[in-house]
Nanobody, 119 residues
Framework: QVQLWDFGGDLVQPGGSLTLSCRAD????????FAWYRQPPGSQRDRIAR???????QYTDSVKGRFTISRDNAKNMVALQMNNLSPEDTAVYSC?????????????WGQGTQVTVSS
């Protein structure tokens, strides 16, 4: 029904910036939530940012003030602007869509994109 494609991972210098993008192919319901997760090497996967269908955003403390999640509803896309990156931000970043139709909520994941912060 829905497929997610996340893009934009790269090698970046400490202090640099990078923007990740996620595109959803398929029909998205009016009630949804897009989120970004990351999994550093040897660590668990954690949610770092999310945006709901009413525009509400939420960030984990480690990225608050540095990362910004945004959406382009006309293009079925969500972006994550990352500023002042440090080596601790190195991880596989994945987008997730949670979509509610009627009484059922479905979840969809992108394939993940690698972000490496290193000098």
């Amino acid at each position: 029904q829905v497929q997610l494609w996340d893009f934009g991972g790269d090698l970046v210098q400490p202090g640099g910036s990078l923007t990740l993008s996620c595109r959803a192919d398929g029909k998205i319901s009016s009630i949804y939530e897009f989120a970004w997760y990351r999994q550093p090497p040897g660590s668990q996967r954690d949610r770092i940012a999310r945006i709901t269908s009413d525009g509400t955003t939420q960030y984990t403390d480690s990225v608050k003030g540095r990362f910004t999640i945004s959406r382009d509803n006309a293009k079925n896309m969500v972006a994550l602007q990352m500023n002042n990156l440090s080596p601790e931000d190195t991880a596989v970043y994945s987008c997730k869509l949670s979509m509610t139709e009627g009484l059922v909520t479905a979840h969809f994941w992108g394939q993940g994109t690698q972000v490496t912060v290193s000098s």
